[in-house]
């Protein structure tokens, strides 16, 4: 069984409560509350979990080097809480969502951010069409990442297993963002 500790709390500021090498183990934006594991802590050679405080919020990351296992002193901040203005933003961001889908219907979305590619190269037909009925590991799109190409197959909880493309709602070369309506669809029965 390993060891916990809570990390301290210095106004929306998450702070080291001993010295060692910290482990970030939530995403930027990630909803933490009291009692949450945060992170880990390995201080001479044993690994303690570190426990959100008596804070509710969203993780904002501090300014430093990104590392994956970053030496820190007591005290030192591991990262801030934004309570009342991040929970708010990300309540529209949530609605922005909403009122794609009740604008759209069913909707494909982005699993990630990038310049969204129809088809495989320019003198190739479009991976899925108007009319298209779809199904798990389709492939929708390219989305290049930093010149990198990654392949978009549909599928996931918030979809039906099978699907027709009502219409593509984005244009060949625009740039998404995570979570931005790709295809309009209508489930098949």
Known sequence: MSASIEALLSGEEIRAPEPGFFRLLVAADHLVAPGDTIGEL?????????????ITGLVKLVP????????VAYGEPLFRVATDLAIASAGAAAASQTSAAAEHGLVFRAPTSGRFYGRPTPDKPAF??????????????????????????????????????????????????????????????
Not at 64 to 71: Q, S, T
């Open 42 to 54: 390995e201080v001479l050679g044993r690994t303690i979990k570190i426990t959100a405080p008596r």
């Open 128 to 189: 899925v069409s108007v009319g298209a009925e779809i199904g798990a590991g389709t492939t929708v799109c390219l989305l290049e990442v930093m010149k990198t190409f990654h392949r978009v197959t549909y599928g996931g909880h918030d979809v039906p297993p099978r699907a027709k493309v009502r219409e593509v709602l984005v244009a060949d070369g625009a740039d998404v963002n995570q979570g931005d309506a790709l295809l309009a669809l209508e489930p098949i029965a």
């Open 64 to 71: 430093g080097p990104a590392l994956a296992r970053r030496p």
